[in-house]
């Protein structure tokens, strides 16, 4: 799998990696043994970067990840988690005190003595101007409990001001072929700094998978169903904030691109892989055929500019109007 560069961690990964939301909570039950399936099938197939937050499943992802990287010593992983959202969202929970107590568990959850990187998990606004934040973010990395750290974020806003930051190693921001914005400034900023982006959401929640249609339902645990509206967290990370009906027609208008050989979702995975700037690239999957066909993506031929020019004016038709400028 061709490697791509986090320059101010000094690492390269595989630029398809895994999101390990599914396996800690969120999208309907998976048992411990399919999670630990999933995960052996995405590092078999050349995965090297897993992404994962100590809120998914309140650490069983952190967990069971911990567990399969005792099991599977000398793969040369990565492993990213996430603090901050197991709290109430004030400005004011971002303390270095609380810093060390969240890492601590997150390093007991995945017995590792040094976290690789740590993203704050799209905390308020307000964290990202605050310069006691980072450093006390620089004091974790002094005391050796993380590596280095980024930022997951929910608005490009909050992407460029925390790409300013001297420390900040990645951002990790929603992009996929119905969430464009990121394109216009963010990736070009970041390529310019030296932070790694990491695209999440690749999939637009399954959407751009092209499993769905208008007969789909989903679990009342995950959340395409209780968050479809926004009614438990940002709405922008359900769907990626795309109308249900909407995305399945941006789908359908995208189906003719993806050609023999390939799937919808490994189109629409190649799509980000394909623009400047991106690190990695995190689908999740709830099992080994998911993950499977995910990583294969990376081998996939490149898009040409007929296919990507597509892409874009299905998005300014159907796409932009409604999500463009609300992150």
Same mark, same amino acid.
């Given at each position: 799998m061709e490697q791509r560069s986090f320059d101010r961690l000094g690492r390269q990964v595989g630029v398809v990696g895994l999101g390990a939301w599914q396996l800690g909570a969120d999208w309907g039950q998976v048992s411990e043994s399919d999670a630990l399936a999933v995960l052996d099938a995405a590092v078999e197939s050349g995965v090297t970067f897993l992404d994962t937050a100590d809120v998914y499943g309140d650490g069983r992802s952190e967990q069971l990840i911990g567990r399969f990287l005792r099991d599977n010593a000398g793969h040369g992983l990565t492993v990213?988690?996430?603090?901050?959202?197991?709290?109430a969202q004030t400005p004011q929970a971002y303390t270095l005190d609380n810093f060390r107590a969240w890492? *601590?568990?997150?390093? +007991?959850?995945?017995?590792v003595d040094t976290l690789d990187l740590v993203q704050l998990h799209c905390p308020p606004s307000e964290v990202f101007a605050d310069d006691r934040v980072f450093d006390?973010? *620089?004091?974790?990395? +002094?005391e050796k409990r993380i590596a280095g750290y980024g930022v997951s974020v929910e608005t490009c806003d909050q992407a460029l001001t925390a790409i300013a930051r001297p420390g900040v190693a990645s951002v990790q921001i929603i992009l996929n072929a119905v969430r464009l914005k990121p394109l216009d400034e963010v990736l070009p900023a970041a390529a310019a700094a030296g932070v790694g982006i990491i695209a999440r959401v690749p999939l637009a929640s399954g959407l751009l998978s092209g499993r769905y249609d208008e007969r789909t339902t989903f679990a009342a645990d995950d959340h395409r169903t209780y968050n479809r509206h926004g009614e438990s967290f940002d709405v922008g990370e359900t769907f990626s904030g795309v109308d249900f009906d909407l995305g399945l027609t941006v789908v359908r208008r995208l189906a003719p691109l993806v050609g023999d050989g390939r799937t919808m979702a490994q189109f629409?995975?190649?799509?980000?892989?394909?623009q400047p700037g991106v690190t990695v690239v995190i689908p999740g999957a709830r099992n080994p055929e998911q993950a499977r066909g995910n990583a294969a993506a990376a081998g996939s031929p490149a898009l040409t500019a007929t296919e990507l020019d597509t892409v874009r004016s299905v998005y300014d038709e159907l796409v932009r109007p409604r999500v463009h400028d609300r992150w």
């Open positions: 990213a988690t996430k603090m901050g959202r197991r709290v890492t *601590d568990r997150s390093r +007991a959850n995945l017995d006390g973010l *620089d004091t974790l990395v +002094a629409a995975l190649r799509w980000i892989i394909d």
